[in-house]
């Protein structure tokens, strides 16, 4: 069996956050295309401006990393970050001084 696939170190979280204009409405409406557009593409909300999702290889991260590129607003600021599947779990999140646990990624099922 090959169990590298579902190894720590290959499981990747894509991390987008991002800082984006909202003084008129044509900037509210960016803003909202832009967040109902990464919610389309399986982000989940972690924070406010922080959206989170879950990748199996290195290499699906890369087209889900591509297709925010693609949809990018003119104006404001939007980091992109990757990390592994063991770093994120390594997260402490808190709600004021209570510690929560981290976000669990989606179980894969293998068919014999």
Not at 22 to 37: G, H, I, L, Q
Request: net charge positive.
């Amino acid at each position: 069996m090959n169990f590298e696939r579902l190894n720590a170190y290959r499981i990747m979280w894509v991390l987008v956050m991002f800082d984006l204009p909202t003084e008129s409405k044509a900037d509210r409406k960016r803003y909202a295309k832009f967040r109902k557009e990464i919610l389309e593409n399986g982000f989940s909300m972690f924070q406010f401006s922080m959206y989170i999702r879950h990748c199996m290889s290195r290499e699906n991260a890369e087209v889900h990393i591509q297709r925010v590129k693609k949809i990018l607003p003119p104006k404001g600021h939007i980091g992109i970050m990757c990390i592994t599947d063991k770093q994120f779990g390594q997260i402490q999140i808190f709600h004021g001084k209570k510690e929560l646990e981290a976000p669990v990624g989606p179980q894969q099922l293998e068919m014999f």
